[in-house]
C-alpha cells in the first residue's frame, strides 16, 4: 500500500512538474525576443540623399521585426522630435511622416526643401535604449554655367562656340533660350550661320554656335534655362593681329585676356632698358 502511495505522489510531481515548465515557457519565454529576431535597420536602403530646392524629398528608413515597438524621427542639427509612428510632432508642416499598413518602410516626407534642410536626419526605434540609423540629406539648387567665362577671346571669322551646362534641376529643363544684349537669339535672322544643339539629361547640355565671327557678334551673350538660373559671359571679337601669334590658340578657342597684351610689351621694355 505504501508503495502504491508513493507511486501516487511520484506521478503526481512529475505531472505538475511538466505543467509549471509548459506555463513557464508559454508566459515568460516567449515574451523574450529571440537572438536575432529584434527591431533592424535595412542597410541596402540608401542613406546619403540629394534633394533639389523646392522639389519634394523623402528620408526612407527600412524597419524588420518592428513587433510593437515604434519608429521616430530626429533632426540631428536641433535634437528636433519630427515623427512618432505615423504622427508628425513639429508645428513645420512641410515634414510628414508616411507610412503605408503591414510595410516596413518608415518615411519623412521634406515638402519645398531649402539648403538650410541640408544635415543628418535619424531613424529611432524604441528600443531600450533606443537605436537609431542616420541618413544624410543634402539640398542642392540648379546650377548654370556656361564653360569659358566670364570673358571669351575670339578671333574674327572663326567659330563662336558657346556651352552652357544647367545641373541639379528638377528636371531637364523645357527650354533654354539664348540672348545677346538682352535679345532674344534669332535663328532666322538674316545673319545666318547661327545654330542650337541641346542634349537633355541629368546635366543638360546647351551648344550655341555663330559660324564667320564680325564685330557686332561682340557683347554679352546669356543662357536661360526656363527652370534655372541664368547665367551671361562676354565675348570679344578681335581681328587678326591684335594678340601676339603665341597667344593663338586655334579658330573658335578663348584667347588671353588684354592684360597680357600690355604686359608682355612692358616686360620687354624694361629687359632693354637695363641691358
Not at 524604441?126 to 540648379?142: C, D, F, I, N, R
Request: hydrophobic content about 35%; charged content about 15%.
Amino acid at each position: 500500500m505504501a508503495a502504491l502511495v508513493t507511486h501516487f505522489f511520484l506521478f503526481f510531481i512529475l505531472q505538475e512538474g511538466a505543467l509549471c515548465s509548459r506555463r513557464f515557457r508559454t508566459e515568460f519565454l516567449q515574451e523574450l525576443p529571440t537572438p536575432g529576431t529584434g527591431p533592424s535597420f535595412d542597410t541596402s536602403v540608401p542613406s546619403n540623399i540629394t534633394g533639389l530646392v523646392g522639389k519634394t524629398a523623402y528620408l526612407n528608413c527600412r524597419v524588420k521585426n518592428l513587433g510593437n515597438k515604434t519608429v521616430s524621427w530626429v533632426r540631428h542639427r536641433d535634437i528636433h522630435l519630427l515623427t512618432v509612428g505615423r504622427y508628425t510632432y513639429t508645428s513645420d508642416q512641410r515634414f510628414e511622416a508616411i507610412h503605408s499598413p503591414h510595410t516596413e518602410d518608415w518615411t519623412l516626407r521634406i515638402r519645398y526643401p531649402q539648403r538650410k534642410d541640408s544635415g543628418i536626419y535619424e531613424c529611432q526605434i524604441s528600443t531600450t535604449p533606443p537605436v537609431g540609423h542616420p541618413v544624410y540629406l543634402t539640398v542642392v539648387e540648379p546650377v548654370t554655367e556656361i564653360l569659358g567665362g566670364p570673358d571669351m577671346f575670339i578671333q574674327r571669322g572663326s567659330t563662336i562656340n558657346l556651352t552652357c551646362l544647367v545641373r541639379f534641376a528638377p528636371e531637364p529643363p523645357p527650354a533654354v533660350l539664348w540672348s545677346h544684349n538682352s535679345q532674344v537669339i534669332n535663328f532666322d535672322s538674316p545673319r545666318g550661320g547661327v545654330s542650337l544643339v541641346t542634349e537633355k539629361g541629368a546635366i543638360t547640355t546647351s551648344r550655341l554656335l555663330l559660324q564667320k565671327a564680325v564685330p557686332p557678334d561682340s557683347g554679352v551673350y546669356t543662357c536661360d534655362p526656363s527652370n534655372a538660373n541664368t547665367a551671361t559671359i562676354r565675348v570679344h571679337i578681335l581681328n587678326v593681329g591684335e594678340l601676339p601669334a603665341a597667344m593663338h590658340h586655334g579658330a573658335g578657342s578663348s584667347l588671353c585676356p588684354p592684360m597680357y597684351m600690355w604686359l608682355t610689351p612692358l616686360l620687354l621694355l624694361a629687359y632693354t632698358s637695363n641691358g
